[in-house]
Antibody, heavy 121, light 107 residues
C-alpha cells in the first residue's frame, strides 16, 4: 500500500524559501503510471493545486504560483520536493502531497497527512 | 481558469437522511470531476472520480452524477462518520480547481 509523508520546516521567515519533501513508501516513484502533486490549503479555506512532476522530471505548475515554484524529483530516494521562494504570510498553509494517476481518470489518491507551514518573522 | 461553484456552502442533516451536494463548472469539463471528503485535521479523501466512479473502499451510499456542467454528489443514508466537508475538483484542464466546499453538519 503506497503511503506519502511530507516533511520540512514548520516555520519560514518572510522573503525566504519554503522547502518541503514528500517521501513515497510502498511503491516506486519511477512508475510511469503516476504524476506526483502538491496542494495547499490556507487555514479554514479551500484547496489549491500547486503543481505536479512526472518521474522523467517534466513539470506543470499553477500559473498563479509559477514564478515562485519549483518541484523536483529524486528517484533514488523515492522522494519529490516543493520549493516556493519569496514567501509571505499569504503562503501560510497546510501543504499536502498526493499521487495522481497519469491517465484520463486523474485520480488523486493517496495523500500525505499534510504539514503546516507558517510564514512569520 | 475553470471556476467550480459548489452549493450549498453548508448543510445540516440527520443520520439516515439522503443529501445532495451540487457543483457547477464555468465551462464544459466532460466528466473530469472528482469528489473529496475532508475531516478536520485530515487530508482530503477521494470518494468519486470521473463524475460517477466510486473509488475503491468507499461505501456504496456515496454516488455521483453529471448533467451537462452540473455535477451532484449524493449520500444515501447518512452515517455519523459522513459529517465532514466535501469538495469537488475539476481535472479537465490545468490548473486543476476546486469548489469552495460544503460543510455537512449534524442537525
Amino acid at each position: 500500500q503506497v503511503q506519502l509523508q511530507e516533511s520540512g520546516p514548520g516555520l519560514v521567515k518572510p522573503s525566504q524559501t519554503l522547502s518541503l519533501t514528500c517521501t513515497v513508501s510502498g511503491g516506486s516513484i519511477s512508475s510511469g503510471d503516476y504524476y506526483w502533486s502538491w496542494f495547499r490549503q490556507h487555514p479554514g479555506k479551500g484547496l489549491e493545486w500547486i503543481g505536479y512532476i512526472y518521474y522523467s522530471g517534466s513539470t506543470y505548475y499553477n500559473p498563479s504560483l509559477k514564478s515562485r515554484v519549483t518541484i523536483s524529483i529524486d528517484t533514488s530516494k523515492n522522494q519529490f520536493s516543493l520549493s516556493l521562494n519569496s514567501v509571505t504570510a499569504a503562503d501560510t498553509a497546510m501543504y499536502y502531497c498526493a499521487r495522481q494517476t497519469a491517465s484520463s481518470y486523474n485520480r488523486f489518491d493517496p495523500w500525505g497527512q499534510g504539514t503546516l507551514v507558517t510564514v512569520s518573522s | 481558469d475553470i471556476q467550480m461553484t459548489q452549493s450549498p456552502s453548508s448543510l445540516s442533516a440527520s443520520v439516515g437522511d439522503r443529501v445532495t451536494i451540487t457543483c457547477r463548472a464555468s465551462q464544459s469539463i466532460s466528466n473530469f470531476l472528482n469528489w473529496f471528503q475532508q475531516k478536520p485535521g485530515k487530508a482530503p479523501k477521494l470518494l468519486i472520480y470521473t463524475a460517477s466512479s466510486l473509488q475503491g473502499g468507499v461505501p456504496s451510499r456515496f454516488s455521483g452524477s453529471r448533467s451537462g456542467t452540473d455535477f451532484t454528489l449524493t449520500i444515501s443514508g447518512l452515517q455519523p462518520e459522513d459529517f465532514a466537508t466535501y469538495y469537488c475538483q475539476q481535472t479537465y484542464s490545468v490548473p486543476y480547481t476546486f469548489g469552495q466546499g460544503t460543510k455537512l453538519e449534524i442537525k
